[in-house]
């Protein structure tokens, strides 16, 4: 799981172009430090689950946080480059049924979001894309190595390479069925 976690959130830190504001939760946004979000959430990360490159660049992990709709998930990395938040990934266990439920909770409650999205739905409730000029925001389904599935929320500052690279993987997906 650490794994996947980490090509995901080094995939979209390769590609990204930094800049303040993107709202991920009520308290939570990009470009916030590492500090700051600890005070924001009130927790200290997981020492053990961390990858740290250097004082100001790294993945940290944080039990029980909760995703942009205010639902607690089971673990949550958030992604530092030159100390400042760039992106973050809420993961929970999940099952085709918890997963569904997952996916259309978002698909029902984008209102509660500061923007309006636009959103790119998969009939079969895989991957569900939300973007805006601000953020960009997929839910999908993850099946682990050890073949556990999973739930990613992952979260970023919207670019338009990265909006251009999540529809291009959302019709990737389709076009594979």
Known sequence: MKKILLILTMLTMSIMTFANGGRIT???????????????????SIPELNIVYNANNGIYFYENV????????????FNFV?????????????TDQVHKEIYDYY???QKKFQD????????????LLMYNNNITLVVEKII??????????????????????????????????
């Open 26 to 44: 009520s308290q939570i946004n990009t470009g916030m430090t590492r500090e700051s979000l600890e005070k924001a959430i009130n927790k200290n």
């Open 66 to 77: 909760t995703d942009p709709l205010g639902i607690t998930r089971e673990i949550a990395s």
């Open 82 to 94: 030159d100390n400042k938040l760039s992106s973050a990934i809420f993961d929970s266990p999940s």
């Open 107 to 109: 698909v029902k409650n």
């Open 116 to 127: 309006k999205f636009t959103i790119m739905k998969d009939d079969k409730h895989q991957y």
């Open 144 to 177: 682990a190595p050890n073949r556990e599935k999973r739930t990613f929320i992952t979260v970023h500052k919207a670019t338009p390479e990265i909006i251009s690279l999540r529809i291009e993987m959302f019709n990737n997906l389709k076009e594979n069925r």
